[in-house]
């Protein structure tokens, strides 16, 4: 499957954005996704994760509350809304995809990777 990752931006903080990451080839509901980010300077870090079907999500405690992600298998996509936005969430974002039994915060068990979007979040 190829990912595809869009709609990051500036932004102020409190503020919100929504990223989408569109997938073409396999059958995407085949795939449970994540969501990624790597600030500066950073190792990458986990922020979200859903299951094939929607039915499960799982996120970091650092946006639980704030951040909300959700997938339309009949479009190919996958959302992560970012509310209350903070200057500490400015990183590039990540999409990935694995076909495995279950949906990971760990980013070695995906297999298919977007190309980022970068979210910078000014004070």
């Known amino acids: 499957v190829q990912l595809q990752a869009c709609g990051g931006g500036l932004v102020q903080a409190g503020g919100s954005l929504r990223l989408s990451c569109a997938a073409s080839?396999?059958?995407?509901?085949?795939?449970?996704m994540g969501w990624f980010r790597q600030a500066p300077g950073k190792e990458r870090e986990f922020v979200a994760a859903i299951s094939r079907s929607g039915g499960s999500t799982y996120y970091a405690d650092s946006v639980k509350g704030r951040f909300t992600i959700s997938r339309d298998n009949a479009k190919n996509t996958v959302y992560l809304q970012m509310n209350s936005l903070k200057p500490e969430d400015t990183a590039v974002y990540y999409c990935?995809?694995?076909?495995?039994?279950?949906?990971?915060?760990?980013?070695?068990?995906?297999?298919?990777w977007g190309q980022g979007t970068l979210v910078t979040v000014s004070s």
């Open positions: 080839g396999r059958t995407f509901s085949s795939y449970n």
């Open positions: 990935a995809g694995n076909d495995r039994l279950s949906y990971s915060s760990y980013d070695r068990e995906y297999d298919y």
